[in-house]
């Protein structure tokens, strides 16, 4: 695909999404708006800047250093951060000056040398430093979830239409091999219509989930905290904020943002990326009192055609042994273990259809070490081709709608009704079939007998 239909793809999808973001004030650029320094050949270094080394961002920061030193196909050029330890313990692993060792993000993005830009902020951040990045020219891998609320990733979306950029959303399982397996197995009909998918995250902890130790370094001395609130509600500084900042609604959707967006992305995506119609959230703070999301949760997506389940604890981790990955179809189920994928046909319909009882398994050994990788380097493959990433903007922004409705759901009580044909959230959900008694379902109720 060219650079111009993927563009237009890109900015046809963002176009019917639009009265979403409507909904919601516009986030706009807050740096001037300028076209791509650069077109990435084939064998060209890609210069990529880091905003954000906390956890997560020093992580991908020393495996990209492990690549740039080995492929020297990629290469850090600047990376930008709020704390001070975290910028000295990035200077460290990069070898960088400090030139290149900035507080203040948009100084990175002002920079015609960068090619693309990771993000690994809070979730609370993501939008406007995407867009930011989009304007200034850059390519984007954004940490997942895509955005904190469901409205700003249209905008999210909409803004990597309108400049014309690569999105990446940090979701490493779009590029583990064996949901690309299970994708094509249910595009076969292997197990023939599709009816509901079940899956978990789940964790436990003495002290509880995302508590991360507090440095003794974290004061107001060392974090530019007015910067790291940023879009959030003003308060006084929180070294507790600062490093358990998935506890709080204000920067974070808890256990749906950090885990449950990496479930419903693949199985989505093998299942047939679409929007959902109904979505429900439902559980509690149980045991971890020390936070305002949930440890227990779950939520529900209908789809059309289909439902997905998600469910899972930090507060107990047996579900991870206990419930399996599959999707249930009606000729078969896919299920999707650490090192395997296993195909069980219904025994009913395999002996009407005269075909094979026996289960297929397929090998995947080794696959979850290589996804991160795999994952940035399709990031940096698209950005040289212009070509949609795995998880791109429209799959990444139908993953958001499910996760942060179901969210929505939790916190006020109410189910959440999306319409997929306008891409519009609706008040009323479309009534459901009723059988009419000759065999059909009819949309519009039973039909009228005639006078004969």
Known sequence: MSEMQNSRRA????????????????????ITARSASRTLGANDRIRVGMIGVGIMGTGHLRDFIKQQDADKDIEVAAIADVYQRHRE????????????????YRELLQRTDIDGVLI????????????????SGKDVYLQKPITLTVEESAQVIAAAAKYGRVLQ???????????????????????????????????????????????????????????????????????????????YWEYSNGIASDLYYHRVGPILFAMGAQYPTRVAGLGGIYVQKDRAVPDTF??????????I????????????????????????????????????????IARFNNKPLDAQTFDFAGATARMNRLHTDNFFSCMRTRQTPHLGPELAHQIMVSVGMGCESYRDGKMHLF?????????????????????????????KESAT
């Not at 440095?215 to 959030?232: H, I, N, Q, S």
């Not at 779950?298 to 439902?307: D, G, N, S, W």
Request: hydrophobic share 40%; net charge positive; proline share 8%.
């Open 11 to 30: 900015f046809l999808a963002a176009a019917a999404t639009a009265s979403i973001a409507q909904a919601a004030k516009t986030v706009k650029p807050t």
């Open 169 to 247: 959303v940090g979701s490493q399982f779009l590029s583990d091999p064996r949901w690309h397996k299970v994708r094509e197995l249910v595009a076969s009909g292997a197990i023939g219509d599709l009816l509901w998918a079940q899956t978990t995250y789940s964790r436990n902890s003495i002290a509880g989930e995302w508590n991360y130790y507090i440095d003794e370094e974290c004061t107001p001395e060392t974090v530019d905290w007015k910067r790291w609130l940023g879009p959030a509600p003003k308060i006084p500084f929180s070294g507790e904020r600062f490093f358990r900042w998935r506890k």
């Open 89 to 104: 313990r990035a200077k460290s692993i990069s070898k960088l000056t400090d030139r290149d060792v900035l507080v203040d």
């Open 309 to 348: 389940v998600v469910t899972g604890s930090m507060a107990n981790s047996a579900a991870n042994r206990l419930l399996p990955e599959a999707i249930y179809g009606h000729e078969g189920t896919i299920v999707v273990e650490p090192r395997r994928v296993v195909l069980t046909p219904e025994p009913m």
């Open 298 to 307: 779950v939520t529900v997506c209908e789809y059309p055609k289909f439902y």
């Open 120 to 135: 690994a902020t809070p979730d609370h951040w993501h939008c406007q430093m995407a867009i930011d990045a989009f304007a």
């Open 419 to 447: 319409d997929p044909a306008t891409k519009k959230r609706v008040k009323n959900a479309e009534k459901r079939p009723v059988y009419a008694g000759d065999g059909k379902n009819h949309p519009q109720g039973p039909r």
